[in-house]
């Protein structure tokens, strides 16, 4: 159900464009603008939103018809699948990919999506954690999060959650590299602006894991950072890295509203 | 290394030593050259105390892994396809500032403005987290900010 809206907003976003309406700013984006956030989806080429728009195309779903399997997979010394434990995946994974990163008490810092498939796998299932960009990490995390498609996002940011966003947030401001750059002069002050080739976005994190076109597979938003980072020629943080979750979860809130779009697709 | 890491103290040894420092290590170590800033407006002299070489600097304006100006800045250089719409136009930048002026701006434009967006091609220190093959290194040499201030300097 959920896929159908966003592609039916897709298309009437598609339509205003046909019709003549500049790109862009007067374009309507339907859920994909909300007040001034704007998806990675509004600055992407109109070839680009259309193979996302259509599951048959979006080769993402490879990913996430992966991340259905295993869900049902049976793996590791306790002899359980996810479904175990948590049934029908269209119920009990509605929010989480709206939510999440979240405060986790045991270990007194936040965890990801990534990070909770694979504290599931290890303490619950007794199976080993699945590699970082790995296919079966990737597929399930798409899975997982495509459950909540079309749910605004609105991760928690107060409580135990606060120090963490305040340190994602000094991380997106902070200036590094030999480029000396930090996330928000690309992202915050020239989304809109061709930087050579490329057209900036907002660097909204709603739509991962994504399939990057270039990449030609889905990949982490972890991946993601790490080229952003690399682009500027400063030493990326390891994916799955305190640093990146706390970055995460200031993202999420930053785009706070905006659909979840896994699995988006991006040039 | 913390020292350098302020740009009052910065521009104290720039500006009085008048030495020159090594940053770099290893096998592409390059002597960062010493110059002084004037009035917080230019750097008058040329850092390698020879003009640079037009052409040359058109080039470093292009290349992706050098000046890569055109990723933000318009430059009258039409077979070239994307030039970036992050800064302004410098289409007459040669009569818009003297060479000192271009200079300062290419070699640190924090100094004319902390907040900008533009990096500084001539300063291999008070950097966050460069990635190993970077490290204690300008973007640019000496000689290479010489060709593309001689090439700015013609666009008028």
Known sequence: ?267 | MVAWQSLGVLRALICGAGIAALFATGAAAEEFVAFKIVDNESIAKSLTGKPGDPARGREVAINRKQGNCLACHKLPIPEQPFHGEIGPDLSTAGSTYSAGELRLRIVNPKIVNPDTFMPAFYRPFGLHRVSKDFQGKTILTAEQVEDVVAYLTTLK
């Open chain 1, 1 to 267: 159900m959920r896929r159908i809206a966003l592609a039916a907003v897709a298309a009437s976003g598609l339509t205003v464009m046909l019709a003549g309406t500049a790109l862009s700013d007067e374009t309507d984006w339907g859920a994909y603008e909300v007040g001034d956030k704007r998806s990675g989806y509004t600055y992407a080429a109109t070839e680009t939103r259309s193979i996302q728009d259509d599951d048959f195309e979006n080769p993402a779903m490879l990913w996430v018809d992966t991340g259905q399997e295993l869900w049902d997979t049976v793996e590791g010394e306790a002899g359980k699948a996810c479904a175990s434990c948590h049934d029908d995946a269209a119920v009990s994974m509605a929010e989480v990919g709206a939510i999440y990163p979240v405060y986790y008490e045991p270990r007194g810092k936040l965890i990801n999506i990534e990070q909770r498939i694979n504290l599931c796998r290890t303490e619950n299932m007794k199976a080993k954690a699945w590699k970082w960009e790995s296919r079966e990490l990737l597929s399930m995390t798409a899975f997982v999060r495509n459950q909540a498609r079309g749910r605004p996002v609105a991760v928690k940011i107060d409580g135990p959650a606060a120090p963490f966003y305040e340190k994602g947030k000094e991380f997106y401001y902070q200036r590094r590299g030999q480029l000396d750059m930090a996330c928000k002069n690309c992202h915050e002050d020239n989304a809109g602006n061709m930087i050579r080739a490329n057209l900036l976005s907002q660097g909204q994190s709603n739509g991962f894991p994504t399939y990057r076109l270039k990449w030609q597979k889905v990949g982490s938003l972890h991946r993601r950072f790490r080229g952003c980072n690399s682009q500027v020629r400063a030493t990326p943080y390891k994916a799955g890295s305190d640093e990146y979750v706390n970055l995460e979860l200031f993202l999420a809130d930053r785009g706070r509203g905006l659909p979840v779009e896994t699995p988006a697709v991006r040039n």
